[in-house]
């Protein structure tokens, strides 16, 4: 069964929503037959590469709450966060694009790294002091390596915008296609949709479901014909 969840690194609801998915993956009786696929979501697309504002500023620019509004509801996904076991800063973070972040994680994809990237990347913007949007690409370097992924290839990623922007765009598209309007956005055998960063509960309703509920392949014609099979290719007689 194979589990894609959209997501953006900016999004603290999609930090926490993987947690609670995790937790109940971890307790699922077929979970080492779940693939699970991370895809690409930007909650600000449009946002150029070099435009980084504290988030606190962010929040009170684009939905219009005050700074004390916005303080506590930073307060409030920091006791959520806290609840699953993750560290959350909830004073001092900026936010920026994170469509550099995306692309990285279609190369992590590639080479097996991509669950590994981004909790180091969701870690690394959410619970630490240093900035993923302020330090220039050695950042984004740094940490793709701490993933197991060679530095040098990072490098060559970063230095070609075009270089997995189209995965990225393609997400994007399926996503919208899919109805997803917000993250974190989770599809599981492109039978079943769980939106938002649910409790673990949910997701094991779900998880359950879906593998209930599989279809198995119908075969359409049950006839002898000739086939290779695992003992190779029958060879026609004259």
Not at 13 to 24: D, P, T
Not at 61 to 84: F, I, T, V
Not at 87 to 110: C, I, N, P, Q, V
Request: with cysteine; net charge negative; hydrophobic share 40%.
């Amino acid at each position: 069964m194979r589990v894609e969840i959209w997501s953006d690194i900016a999004c603290p609801w999609c930090y926490v929503g993987k947690a609670r998915f995790e937790k109940a993956l971890a307790a699922f009786p077929h979970r080492d037959q779940v693939e699970v696929v991370h895809r690409s979501f930007e909650l600000d697309p449009g946002r150029a590469k070099g435009d980084v504002q504290p988030v606190v500023t962010m929040l009170t620019r684009k939905y219009g709450m005050s700074q004390a509004q916005a303080e506590a509801g930073e307060d409030n996904l920091g006791a959520q966060a806290a609840a699953e076991g993750l560290d959350y800063r909830t004073r001092g973070r900026d936010h920026g694009s994170t469509f550099d972040m995306h692309r990285l994680l279609h190369f992590a994809k590639e080479h097996g790294r991509q669950d590994e990237l981004i909790q180091i990347l969701y870690r690394a913007n959410f619970a630490e002091e240093r900035s993923v949007f302020t330090e220039g690409d050695e950042r984004l370097v740094e940490l793709a390596v701490e993933a197991g992924l060679d530095a040098g290839a990072v490098r060559a990623v970063l230095a070609d915008p075009s270089r997995y922007a189209d995965d990225v765009r393609a997400d994007e598209r399926e996503a919208a296609r899919l109805g997803a309007t917000g993250v974190p956005f989770f599809v599981l055998d492109r039978a079943y949709g769980v939106s938002g960063a649910q409790p673990a509960e949910v997701f094991a309703r779900a998880l359950a479901q879906a593998w209930d509920e599989r279809t198995s392949l119908t075969l359409v014609d049950q006839g002898d014909a000739d086939a290779c099979g695992p003992d190779g290719c029958p060879v026609p007689q004259p």
